[in-house]
């Protein structure tokens, strides 16, 4: 699979190899594309590129030394017996002193189990060796908990280090969209099964239907991503059952802190430490209505499963685990039948919308400057008031609200006069943004009706979107 997207962080590494004394970390969950990104950036450049595994520490030394000698081209440290990382990092620094170098070591926190001192030798090693000899370090890891101890915290022997940090994040659905041969309608659909995790993506190619690819790589016990949820909580060492029962509330439909704590039968008190983990690890997300001045302390939070695929997963899989050990994948294919569209597939498509929207904006297509992007909704998240996406301008006093319609046929006018209503009507909005105008817009995938486009034609105000673009053939 070609290497998609990831510019600015890109351009973000480039400029700190341009830099004295460079120290990157980079983190992000397993499948994210982390490796993928810095072999990218690596190309044409003098590197060093050590992939850690757990296996014990003098095993490791010697394979960095393998590294070594195949980026030197000097055999004879293939050969050489090293017992102490600092005499590589020593010969990492010396070679080539005027030329610029790259020491990537990839899964850090796999050398942290090995030897929990490694923090201290790897910041000796900057302090008095790399730092000003030409090299730029970048330190890359899965298991976000060991790389914000090790590496980010305060009280990791490299703090105070580092010159840059990024988390990867999945890759939007523009970026995909825009290498991709699928239609729109096929590429929500696979968006609303893989996300944006780069991983996921190679297991779903353009040539193929996705119930088929669903078959061979999801409801096969042989499929890849059959047990994935499994690995990534079991990889960050977190007992699983617990956050299993969370996650499945909530992809069941319950969002609320109380409902959730109630169907597990918990106090509310209870739950806030699994949903913090699960949401630092990205499996979950903590929404609020875009009104909410102080989002972090407002009371209005739902919860929502923000992976699609683990989201997928236990909607499609975790439920019929018993039927699909017995390969009685038909009656997972039933359960799809009956609702992925006008259930799973839409409730992504609000996302997809966000991300469009989003991008247009980027592009200049629609002049307004996002300050935060979001929904609103009154009270109950399934109540009659609820915006699918609304975003804020604080720049131009501007808010923007529209309505995501997935429907096989075009969307008519009475979406957009309902969406007036709902914004006329919602107090809240109008104490939160006083005085800013209002830009509607209408996003759907099969295009619009006459009389839709007739009241488009009518205003200024109302901005309908076919798929990602801006409808203007009026």
């Not at 890849?224 to 699983?240: H, Q, V």
């Not at 050990?325 to 359960?335: M, S, T």
């Not at 992007?373 to 609820?386: I, M, P, Q, R």
Request: aromatic content about 12%.
């Amino acid at each position: 699979m070609k290497f998609i997207g990831r510019q600015t962080e890109l351009a973000k590494l480039n400029s700190e190899y341009r830099r004295d004394g460079s120290f990157t970390v980079i983190y992000g969950r397993r499948r994210i594309g982390k490796t993928t990104l810095i072999k990218e950036f690596l190309r044409g450049k003098t590197a060093f590129y050590f992939l850690a595994t757990e296996e014990m520490e003098s095993q490791s030394i010697k394979r960095l030394a393998g590294v070594v000698a195949r980026t030197t081209k000097n055999s004879l440290l293939q050969k050489a017996e090293f017992t102490d990382w600092m005499d590589l990092f020593q010969i990492i620094a010396d070679y080539k002193p005027e030329e610029k170098k790259v020491l990537v070591i990839d899964e850090f926190p796999y050398l942290v189990k090995t030897n929990p001192a490694f923090p201290s030798v790897l910041q000796n090693a900057w302090d008095e060796i790399l730092k000003d000899n030409n090299v730029m370090m970048i330190l890359s890891g899965s298991l976000i908990g060991m790389m914000q101890k090790h590496a980010l915290s305060y009280d990791s022997p490299l703090y105070g280090r580092r010159t840059a940090q990024m988390r990867l994040a999945p890759l939007s659905f523009t970026e995909i969209y825009a290498v991709q041969s699928l239609s729109f309608d096929n590429a929500v659909e696979q968006y609303a099964v893989t996300g944006g995790v780069p991983k996921y993506l190679e297991f779903f190619n353009d040539n193929r239907g996705l119930i088929e690819q669903l078959k061979d790589n999801v409801l096969s016990k042989s499929g890849f991503l059959y047990e994935e949820p499994n690995f990534l909580l079991k990889s960050e060492s977190i007992t699983a059952v617990n956050y299993f029962s969370i996650i499945k509330t909530i992809s069941d439909g319950n969002h609320k802190l109380g409902k959730i704590a109630g169907i597990l039968g918990q106090e509310t008190s209870a739950l806030p430490p699994y949903l913090s983990t699960l949401a630092d690890l990205g499996f979950i997300e903590k929404r609020t209505p875009i009104t909410e001045k102080n989002p972090e302390k407002s009371r209005k939070g739902l919860y929502f499963i923000s992976d699609n695929y683990i989201r997928f997963w236990f909607h499609y899989v975790y439920p019929y685990k018993g039927e699909l050990e017995l390969d009685n994948i038909q009656i997972v294919l039933d359960e799809i039948g009956k609702d992925f569209i006008e259930k799973f597939v839409a409730f992504a498509y609000e996302d997809i919308c966000k991300d469009i929207f989003v991008n247009l904006c980027k592009k200049g297509s629609i002049s307004f400057t996002p300050s935060r992007v979001g929904s609103y909704w009154l009270n109950d998240f399934d109540g009659n008031t609820e915006i699918d996406v609304m975003a804020v301008d604080h720049q131009n006093k501007q808010i923007f609200a529209g309505e995501c319609k997935y429907h096989a046929k075009p969307v008519d006018a009475p979406v957009y006069y309902a969406l007036k209503e709902k914004v006329a009507n919602a107090v809240e909005i109008r104490r939160a943004f006083s005085g800013y105008s209002v830009i509607y817009g209408i996003f759907s995938k099969s295009g619009f009706t006459k009389r839709m486009i007739d009241a488009a034609e009518e205003t200024s105000e109302l901005i309908l979107i076919n798929e990602d673009s801006i409808y203007t053939k009026f």
